[in-house]
């Protein structure tokens, strides 16, 4: 498995979804890390040094090469780590699993935070509807399978971890109900097989924190009207 | 078997163009079927990419693969014996992915903005766009190619947009500054993958202006 030698570090936020992807990466691979909390109001220096581009986290270091963008970090620790794999082996499989991957990135991820965090209330109900029609592909790609990647979870389930443990917070803080077993049965399901398999399970933060630090900003942004 | 490859195609798409040159770098024949995205799309386009309703889609023996970069690591993955594009070190990887990216998000989604929108009303894209070119010449440094030594990934991502860029100058109304960048285009352009399918400048400035009419900025 890894050298001793080597050195892996993870900056990050406890709360985000995108770092959360690279620890369920790590866990899934049993991978030793050092894990560095960072403060966005006050970026350290080996953030802005390892992230000069976006000054965003996660980051990954190994053996102080740094790598940005999580669903990149998921890749690079799939094709370094090579045991239980996260990306299939067959070229038409992983292009699915990465257009799966960065459609959850390009079509989700924004429209459902702007569901709930938006003031206006038109490019709200706008970002709902985006929102709802891009579970929906989700829904329909899912199938009957247990994970997006199979019998066992793979990138796909990995980038949807935003779906599965953080919409439903925001939502609930926001009153919607847009992720819900009613609208998506498929997903939903998922959802719960997905945030309650072992290697998840360990990687997800706990919940109340997350909870609190995002009402506070719903109710800061309501504040701002 | 033979393979049956087809393209869903836009001449002008820079996305397009990527896919093209890397199909041409393994030397594999396809079907070339240009859409006329300016009127409608077709059935094909629709029933292919039902997510984006966009070209590029390869279609590979019946079966659809859309998104410019994943269907070249597709190429580049199925057709693995010839010409390489992704170096096989996972850290020189992760940087041609995480480079590629930025040439959608931080050259194409900015200088997007200018060339559709009220120049006047972009200064900060502007000067955003021309940091970021400047960026990439430095991502590229001393090498031939962002490949290295060979033409790869990174390369393909970001050659289409050459030909858009005295367009981002004209109708932007800004200088770049990127002579390395322009010198490294050239030599790609000695490539017959790239200089085959390359846009020629002036349709892409004829593209731009007509779109500009068109959606009423001009």
Redesign the interface.
């Known amino acids: 498995m890894a050298a001793s030698q080597e050195e892996v570090t993870l900056l990050g936020v406890t709360g985000s979804a995108f770092v959360c992807r690279v620890q369920i990466a790590l866990k899934l691979k049993g991978v030793e890390y050092k894990y560095v909390e960072e403060n966005l109001g006050n970026k350290s220096d080996l953030l802005l040094k390892y992230n000069p581009?976006y000054k965003k986290v996660p980051v990954f270091v190994?053996n102080e090469?740094p790598?940005?963008?999580s669903l990149?970090?998921v890749?690079?620790i799939d094709?370094?780590w090579k045991h239980n794999p996260i990306l299939p082996s067959d070229?038409?499989q992983?292009?699915?699993a990465?257009?799966w991957s960065?459609?959850i990135d390009d079509?989700v991820v924004g429209a459902a935070w702007k569901a709930v965090y938006t003031v206006d209330e038109e490019e709200r109900e706008k970002n709902v509807e985006e929102s709802f029609e891009a579970l929906q592909?989700l829904e329909n790609e899912l199938k009957d399978k247990k994970f997006f990647g199979g019998e066992e979870f793979g990138l796909v389930d990995i980038a949807a971890v935003y779906i599965a443990f953080w919409i439903p917070i925001f939502q609930e803080i926001g009153g919607l109900e847009l992720f819900t077993s009613e609208n998506f049965p498929k997903l939903y399901k998922w959802s719960q097989e997905f945030v309650n398999h072992p290697v998840v399970k360990e990687s997800l933060p706990p919940r109340d924190p997350v909870f609190a630090f995002l009402k506070r900003r719903y109710e800061s942004l309501s504040a701002s009207k | 078997m033979a393979d049956e490859v087809v393209l869903l195609d836009f001449d002008l798409s820079m996305f397009c163009i990527r896919v093209k040159i890397a199909l041409a770098e393994k030397g594999i024949k396809f079907e070339d079927k240009e859409e006329d995205l300016v009127n409608t799309k077709s059935a094909l386009l629709l029933q292919t990419n039902p997510?984006h309703k966009k070209v590029p889609v390869l279609i590979?023996n019946g079966?659809p693969?859309?998104?410019s970069l994943?269907?070249v690591?597709?190429i580049d993955?199925?057709w693995k014996d010839n010409a390489p594009l992704l170096p096989t070190d996972?850290?020189q990887?992760?940087?041609a992915?995480?480079w590629a990216?930025?040439v959608d998000n931080?050259v194409h989604e900015v200088a997007k903005k200018i060339w559709t929108g009220k120049v006047e009303e972009h200064e900060a894209e502007k000067k955003e766009l021309i940091e970021n070119l400047k960026?990439l010449e430095e991502v590229l440094g001393d090498k031939p190619y962002f490949g290295g030594d060979t033409f790869g990934f990174l390369d393909v991502a970001l050659i289409p947009f050459y030909k858009w860029f005295s367009t981002y100058e004209k109708v932007g109304k800004l200088k770049l500054d990127c002579p390395k960048l322009i010198d490294w285009a050239n030599r790609c352009l000695e490539r017959e993958s790239v200089s085959t399918f390359l846009s020629d400048e002036n349709d892409v400035y004829e593209f731009v202006l007509s779109h500009r009419k068109r959606i009423g900025v001009d």
Do not use: S
Request: with cysteine.
């Open positions: 581009v190994h090469k790598i940005p963008e990149v970090i890749e690079y094709e370094t070229p038409y992983r292009a699915l990465r257009f960065k459609f079509r592909f | 997510v590979h079966k693969i859309c998104e994943i269907i690591e597709y993955e199925f996972p850290y990887r992760a940087q992915r995480f990216d930025f931080k960026q």
